[in-house]
């Protein structure tokens, strides 16, 4: 997990740089991404929006999953260009729209998904609400973000001291300026209290929470994610949309 | 925040010392308690279950706030002699009976109140599901505990290097075995994911989970807090027994 501003995927030089680094496993593909295949369940006959898709790489898994379609969103013009160019299916589209003009969006959907995207998102009372407009009773948001832990520490994601994870600034919510490939990016931190608080208060129901621990196998194709077994890297949510409850 | 484990407040010079301590303005006081009222809100009429009551120092303030009754509960029998012999009201009771019998109450409750008592409670799990078949439809649980983070480093509750503060083994869940006042003590560590995972899957719809700051006041009382504005010390949730959804 890195800190990234939502438009730095807009600059040419780091899209290279960034096409590069996706060639190679790591943390997202062997920890992330097996975890919310997990938590993602049967989605077949569902229709599937993905935040923040980039470009495009996962709209083939979810069709093959068995759901229905397949739109994906993303505020980065080059990465929706590439999806367009690279992924093309039967009921596989892609858009360009960022996260916060979700509320323009006319269509509604079973499932909204989204890897990696929402720490990069300053409002996220908005955002929940325009998701939980956006699903159909029942629906399911699946999410995950970098971890707060990783998110609290102004310019860098903390450091380690043997088994230790040192953090600064938890309690501190909002911006966050940091670097990557030199280029500047900007996060939002929020504590994991306030993000189910959120949730709750926009009327999801929080089924599941995860913080993923990586399997034997995993650790042994990418060592770094022994740091995995002190603290996680990544917050994954499943949320469902619920229109009311019966109580006396 | 200190740990230790259930059994040592059924000794009686750690009692004594214990009882020494909270004459004084502490964490508790100023930063925990004031967040539990807060979030208790309005309890006009309703009953009351506090799980692990001690020496029910804070049952008058629930029959002031106009609940119709409280029961106060506790494993430790210096602490409920203590609490029958100080705490004298009606509807006001308190009986011997550790949290793991729960099961064995034939009440049920509008409000189950907990303060600093379920980190020492082993299986998270059944407690939880104890706890929703004792509250009634719509029922609210409230609770506090010592915060994942603190829990997390095993002997102690890991330490502050500047504004940083260092942890280890926060993925590993567990017994953890500690000291205070000389006294072995023990507890358990759950990440805050499997916390508010475990209520979900128990029927409860988490409504709030805060990791309290402490107010600029509060601050001025007791300079400790400056800690709280780094990282958390407490763990607080609010969730509601829920008997069904009504979605298409």
Same mark, same amino acid.
């Given at each position: 997990?890195?800190?990234?501003?939502?438009?730095?995927? $807009?600059? %040419?030089?780091?899209?290279?740089?960034?096409? &590069?680094?996706? @060639?190679?496993? *790591?943390?997202?593909?062997? !920890?992330?991404?097996?975890?919310?295949?997990?938590?993602?369940?049967?989605?077949?006959?569902?229709?599937?929006?993905?935040?923040?898709?980039?470009?495009?790489?996962?709209?083939?898994?979810?069709?093959?999953?068995?759901?229905?379609?397949?739109?994906?969103?993303? $505020?980065? %013009?080059?990465?929706?260009?590439?999806?367009? &160019?690279?992924? @093309?299916?039967? *009921?596989?589209?892609?858009? !360009?729209?960022?996260?916060?003009?979700?509320?323009?969006?006319?269509?509604?959907?079973?499932?909204?998904?989204?890897?990696?995207?929402?720490?990069?998102?300053?409002?996220?009372?908005?955002?929940?609400?325009?998701?939980?407009?956006?699903?159909?009773?029942?629906?399911?948001?699946?999410?995950?973000?970098?971890?707060?832990?990783?998110?609290?520490?102004?310019?860098?994601?903390?450091?380690? !001291?043997?088994?230790?994870?040192?953090?600064?600034?938890?309690?501190?919510?909002?911006?966050?300026?940091?670097?990557?490939?030199?280029?500047?990016?900007?996060?939002?931190?929020?504590?994991?209290?306030?993000?189910?608080?959120?949730?709750?208060?926009?009327?999801?129901?929080?089924?599941?929470?995860?913080?993923?621990?990586?399997?034997?196998?995993?650790?042994?194709?990418?060592?770094?994610?022994?740091?995995?077994?002190?603290?996680?890297?990544?917050?994954?949510?499943?949320?469902?949309?619920?229109?009311?409850?019966?109580?006396?």
């Amino acid at each position: 997990m890195v800190v990234m501003s939502k438009n730095v995927f $807009s600059n %040419s030089s780091f899209f290279a740089r960034y096409m &590069e680094l996706r @060639k190679d496993l *790591n943390h997202n593909d062997l !920890l992330e991404h097996p975890e919310m295949m997990r938590l993602l369940g049967n989605i077949e006959g569902k229709s599937v929006l993905d935040l923040g898709c980039g470009s495009g790489s996962y709209a083939k898994e979810f069709i093959s999953k068995g759901s229905s379609s397949y739109l994906g969103i993303d $505020s980065s %013009s080059l990465m929706i260009e590439k999806a367009k &160019e690279d992924v @093309k299916g039967d *009921n596989i589209s892609f858009r !360009l729209l960022p996260l916060e003009k979700l509320g323009e969006l006319s269509e509604s959907f079973d499932i909204a998904y989204s890897s990696l995207v929402f720490h990069y998102i300053e409002d996220f009372e908005k955002l929940s609400k325009d998701i939980y407009n956006a699903l159909n009773d029942n629906g399911v948001l699946l999410f995950s973000q970098m971890h707060p832990l990783l998110s609290a520490t102004p310019a860098y994601q903390g450091y380690f !001291l043997g088994d230790f994870f040192a953090f600064s600034s938890y309690q501190q919510e909002g911006r966050r300026d940091g670097k990557w490939f030199n280029e500047h990016v900007v996060s939002y931190h929020r504590r994991l209290s306030s993000i189910i608080s959120t949730l709750s208060r926009s009327g999801f129901f929080v089924e599941n929470v995860v913080e993923p621990i990586p399997s034997e196998e995993a650790l042994m194709e990418f060592s770094k994610l022994q740091r995995d077994l002190v603290r996680p890297t990544f917050l994954i949510v499943k949320a469902r949309k619920i229109t009311s409850f019966s109580c006396s």
